[in-house]
């Protein structure tokens, strides 16, 4: 199965940029990367999707290099209501939910 | 619009008790999901409905069944609950079934067996 891999969690402060790396050494041709947000009691969010070079939006850019088989959630000038989970998946195994990396903000 | 709706949003049961999930969308989406999720883990897939008359199992369909009442609803029953149920419950749709979907989820049921 093409899972992914990312770390469990991370601290940073406001104002700061973060960046969260996702592995995913099996990926496929058509797949496509797709990063969700989880708050506490909520049910995950679509933050940004790509499949390769960079996608950026309102929220949070995408960075995918040429081999795709890695990809970088970036996050800029954090506040403390970006502490989340965030969840990255391979969107042909889409259903496959790993634990995520919580991403703590500290003053 | 709601989006996913889901009820109860909370419920404890007894040991053996029956209950039904309810998941509603009003987005006019074609596929629909039920997750459970246990504290610090990610979601688990149980059963999802790539289209309206369509369900298949995901990654832990023991001990539930569904039902996709039309292209709207989805529900989960447990038909006899045990300790091991105990999770938050979150339901998801999407335009289509394909690679790219984006899903959208429901704010949880959380569901505590005794």
């Known amino acids: 199965l093409a899972k992914t891999t990312q770390p469990i969690s991370m601290d940073s402060y406001e104002g700061q940029e973060v960046n969260i790396t996702c592995s995913h050494n099996n990926i496929a041709t058509n797949d496509y990367i797709t990063w969700y947000q989880q708050f506490p009691s909520q049910g995950p969010r679509f933050i940004i999707q790509?499949?390769?070079?960079?996608v950026t939006n309102e929220v949070a850019s995408l960075f995918i290099p040429a081999d795709r088989k890695s990809s970088t959630l970036s996050l800029p000038r954090v506040s403390l209501s970006d502490t989340a989970v965030y969840y990255c998946l391979d969107s042909n195994y889409q259903l496959i939910w790993g634990a995520g990396t919580k991403l703590i903000i500290k003053p | 619009n709601a989006g996913v709706t889901q009820t109860p949003k909370f419920q404890v049961l007894k040991t053996g008790q029956s209950m039904t999930l309810q998941c509603a969308q009003d987005?006019?989406?074609?596929?629909m999901y039920w997750y459970r999720q246990d504290p610090g883990m990610g979601l688990r897939l149980i059963y999802y409905?790539?289209?309206?008359?369509?369900?298949d199992k995901g990654e832990v369909p023991n001990g539930y069944n569904v039902s996709r009442l039309n292209k709207r609803e989805f529900s989960l029953r447990l038909e006899s609950a045990a300790p091991s149920q105990t999770s938050v419950y979150f339901c998801?749709?999407?335009?289509?079934?394909?690679?790219?979907?984006?899903?959208?989820f429901g704010p949880g049921t959380r569901l505590l067996v005794l």
């Open positions: 790509g499949y390769k070079t960079k």
């Open positions: 998801a749709s999407s335009e289509t079934w394909g690679f790219q979907e984006t899903q959208y």
């Open positions: 409905s790539a289209s309206e008359g369509t369900t």
């Open positions: 987005m006019n989406h074609n596929s």
